[in-house]
């Protein structure tokens, strides 16, 4: 299993990034995949979530509204689109597999059921 992440970098509050994940070593259109965030020094936040068919997503509240999960199953991608950006968004972002569908908030925030992680993509909100 392999998830390597790309696209983020440096932005302004209020600003955009897309960033993106390519899957490998699996059937990537059986698992729902997730993004989660990191600050150093603190605890990996579940951040969104979508279903093997794309056909459900789930939030974090703090992010609702301003981010969008998305999935090209045909290329083995999965999109976090970040609008509306904000200082606390600044953290290093990686999507993971997950072992099993979750329909709720509270399930999506359970971080041991993701089994493959990948390196991260750095994301830094700034003046």
């Known amino acids: 299993v392999r998830l390597v992440e790309s696209g983020g970098g440096l932005v302004q509050p209020g600003g955009s990034l897309r960033l993106s994940c390519v899957a490998s070593g699996f059937t990537f259109n059986t698992y729902s995949m997730a993004w989660v965030r990191r600050v150093p020094g603190k605890e990996r936040e579940w951040v969104a979530d979508?279903?093997?068919?794309?056909?459900?997503?789930a939030y974090e509240d703090s992010v609702r509204g301003r981010f969008t999960i998305s999935r090209d199953n045909a290329n083995n991608m999965v999109y976090l689109q970040l609008n509306n950006l904000k200082f606390e968004d600044t953290a290093i972002y990686s999507c993971?597999?997950?072992?099993?569908?979750?329909?709720?908030?509270?399930?999506?925030?359970?971080?041991?059921?993701?089994?493959?992680w990948g390196q991260g993509t750095p994301v830094n909100v700034t003046l």
């Open positions: 993971a597999r997950r072992t099993t569908p979750c329909y709720s908030v509270s399930t999506c925030r359970v971080l041991g059921f993701l089994d493959a």
């Open positions: 979508i279903t093997a068919r794309g056909l459900v997503e």
